[in-house]
């Protein structure tokens, strides 16, 4: 038997959202609860036949100010918020006639979706609920007597209990009072970023962050680790808001490889050429371009055919059937696209734990936003990486120039390895990877990765030479030694692309010279850590 169960008898209602509204209150009606209600949600009940109190019958002032004032008033949060069984509190309500107010069902104004809309300013500022925040803070400090829905699917659990029991358990009661106060914290961390975003704050004194439960993964990185997705109010096309047309649930690791596949992939403009990342432990293992998906997906596994098994798979061109016959060859975790034609979905229907996920569009590589990550007593907050090669202005600083072709390539590799963990080197031809280092303590042990990569990947292919010969590189930062250029050059590359930067450029260019190679600096740097 549930402990602590309070009563119903008094309920206020005031929603933004209408959803089931009209049932949730006959529910109530039926069970002998007055209702109470404001605005826009006593007409829905009304027009429904549910009889309803005006709040401003209980308050003795009329709505006003367009909506702005109306339940701020210590009728209603002396209901909400005065204990019961406390002598002086029930002398106070008795003495100015306030009411007991034991259920409060409130959802806040579309603050989130009206920013997602590209509203004016004026707009988001009407969209800032201020009584209902109140309500909630008010009715879930008192949960000890007072039951708060902040949320259309908890309904249901309302009208169970009081089914069942004539009343609301205090567990039901401090669990929805949890809710309150996290969807309050949530929705005024929107407000404050967004207002921060106005007036061009970018590092606020205080930075919040909020989420919607999406859904609890069965584990984090490791089976003893607990893990969750949550939503934010950013508006923005990847894993997060994708919908997943099949497979077993999502794990946080297939998560995180198919943000950061999605991320990579959409670095390469689709109106430009298709393009497909193979992504393994949020690293690419093979990017390629080509005039087809097919096509793009066969040069970005020729890169790492054996690292591309059990890997996410992200494209930038709605899915086709001939690519999507392609990909499902090998063992592949996930694949994601803006879209998909319904033959690709049905090829795809036949590897029933293969997850497809279609985003709907692709992230704007330059759209601005925020990184963050945890630390002990702290947190980490950057503004996302959104330099772009395509705005660079490249310098060479060799003798000699690259070709066109070699352009191309570092352009491309440098796309790259943006996305790649640091230390990073990319080796890249004919715009698909070819060899690639990630994640290492020095610049030169990528380096030699890399090349060990591409003869590991010429091998495979057949070839008795490694895929670097006449590849170009790309640094994710600058060379801090000859060293590292120099093993470049072993590995049959003709041009490097870097930031640029060194206390030793000059000898890290001379070195270059020396071995005929061209090289640009972009004055961007890409750490991924």
């Not at 060859?329 to 029933?352: C, H, L, N, S, Y």
């Not at 601005?368 to 959104?386: C, E, F, I, N, Y």
Request: one cysteine or more; glycine letters at 8%; aromatic letters at 6%.
């Amino acid at each position: 038997m549930p402990t602590n169960v309070r009563r119903v008898s008094r309920a206020l209602l005031s929603v933004s959202d209408k959803s089931g509204i009209v049932d949730f209150a006959r529910a109530l009606h039926a069970r002998g609860i007055e209702l109470i209600s404001t605005g826009g949600t006593r007409r829905a009940l009304w027009e429904a036949g549910i009889p309803v109190r005006e709040v401003a019958d209980l308050t003795g002032f009329p709505e006003m100010m367009d909506g702005r004032v109306k339940t701020l008033h210590p009728k209603i949060h002396g209901g909400l918020l005065a204990i019961r069984e406390n002598p002086e509190h029930e002398a106070a309500m008795l003495a100015h006639d306030i009411p007991a107010i034991d259920l409060l069902t409130v959802n806040l104004y579309p603050f989130e979706a009206t920013v997602a809309t590209g509203a004016s300013a004026a707009d988001c500022i009407e969209n800032i609920d201020i009584g209902g925040p109140a309500l909630i803070r008010a009715a879930a400090k008192n949960h000890a007597d007072v039951t708060v829905v902040v949320e259309t699917g908890d309904y249901g659990l309302v009208v169970d209990e009081l089914a069942a029991h004539g009343g609301i358990s205090f567990e039901l009661r401090q669990r929805l009072a949890q809710k309150a106060y996290a969807r309050t914290a949530a929705y005024d961390a929107a407000i404050s970023n967004w207002m921060a975003g106005v007036v061009g704050e970018l590092m606020p004194p205080y930075r919040v962050f909020g989420g919607s439960l999406v859904e609890q993964l069965r584990y984090g990185e490791n089976p003893h680790q607990a893990a969750a997705l949550y939503a934010t109010s950013e508006r923005r096309f990847g894993a997060a808001s994708a919908r997943q047309v099949q497979g077993k649930q999502l794990s946080y690791n297939n998560l995180n490889d198919t943000d950061a596949a999605f991320e990579c992939v959409a670095e390469f403009d689709p109106g430009r050429a298709a393009a497909v990342a193979i992504i393994k432990h949020a690293t690419p293992c093979g990017v390629a371009e080509a005039a087809s998906l097919r096509e793009a997906y066969e040069k970005a596994l020729r890169c790492d055919p054996v690292s591309a098994f059990g890997g996410v798979v992200a494209v930038n061109r709605r899915l086709d059937a001939e690519a999507a016959t392609e990909i499902v060859k090998i063992f592949t975790e996930v694949i994601i696209a803006p879209g998909g034609e319904d033959v690709a979905i049905a090829i795809m229907a036949a590897k029933k734990n293969l997850r497809l996920l279609l985003a709907g569009g692709l992230p704007d590589r330059r759209a601005p936003g925020l990184v963050a990550r945890t630390l002990a007593g702290g947190m980490l907050v950057q503004t996302r990486d959104t330099a772009v090669v395509d705005d660079m202005d490249l310098k060479t600083v060799t003798r000699r120039e690259p070709t066109a072709a070699e352009l191309a390539d570092l352009r491309f590799a440098f796309r790259v390895a943006k996305h790649v963990k640091s230390n990073a080197i990319v080796y890249a031809k004919d715009g698909a990877t070819v060899g690639i280092g990630a994640g290492q303590m020095s610049r030169i042990d990528a380096a030699r990765m890399a090349a060990w990569k591409a003869a590991e990947a010429g091998s495979a292919s057949g070839s008795t030479a490694s895929l670097a010969k006449g590849a170009v590189a790309a640094s994710d930062a600058f060379f801090p030694f000859a060293d590292g250029v120099s093993a470049i050059a072993e590995a049959g590359v003709t041009a490097i692309i870097q930031p640029g930067g060194s206390l030793r450029d000059q000898e890290v260019i001379e070195a270059a010279d020396k071995a005929g190679l061209a090289m640009v600096f972009t004055g961007y740097r890409h750490f991924r850590h």
